[in-house]
């Protein structure tokens, strides 16, 4: 399962030099990942009010062109794993309606309750498991 999500770039996400900053891919990296567990019907409030937080233990990203000011992107999302304990995506990001990849990487989060790693409840492995499809 693909999650395509459009997010238009603002003035303060761009540099001295016009472009998108480095470290704004990361957050765009976030909203993919907050889209595709919502195409998922999982909401992160409800996540949270059950007591289970979703830290990330790892990102990367490697950077192939600049995005610009009022660039629309395109921010695609694909699981790579989704166990009860754990999720791993992986994204690209381009200007729509283009082919050419402007970045992509990679995240990885595990679920925790009490500051420790634990499984989720069925209700929501269920829903991640059909991301896989």
């Known amino acids: 399962m693909i999650v395509t999500t459009r997010h238009r770039v603002k003035f303060f996400d761009t540099d001295v030099m016009g472009v998108a900053h480095h470290s704004n891919y990361i957050r765009w ?4 990942r907050v889209e595709f567990l919502r195409a998922l019907g999982i909401d992160l409030n409800e996540l949270i009010s059950d007591g289970i937080l979703f830290p990330i233990i ?10 610009r ?6 921010i695609e999302t694909t699981a790579e794993a989704l166990t009860k304990a754990k999720m791993q995506f992986s994204y690209a990001i381009r200007r729509r309606g283009e ?24 209700k929501y492995s269920e829903r991640l498991a059909k991301g896989l499809e």
């Open 58 to 67: 790892e990102v990367g990203a490697k950077f192939h062109a600049p995005a």
């Open 99 to 122: 082919d050419k990849i402007l970045a992509e990487g990679t995240s990885t989060n595990v679920f925790t309750s009490g500051g420790k790693i634990c499984r989720l409840p069925e």
């Open 29 to 32: 990296f976030e909203t993919g």
């Open 69 to 74: 000011f009022d660039d629309e992107l395109e």
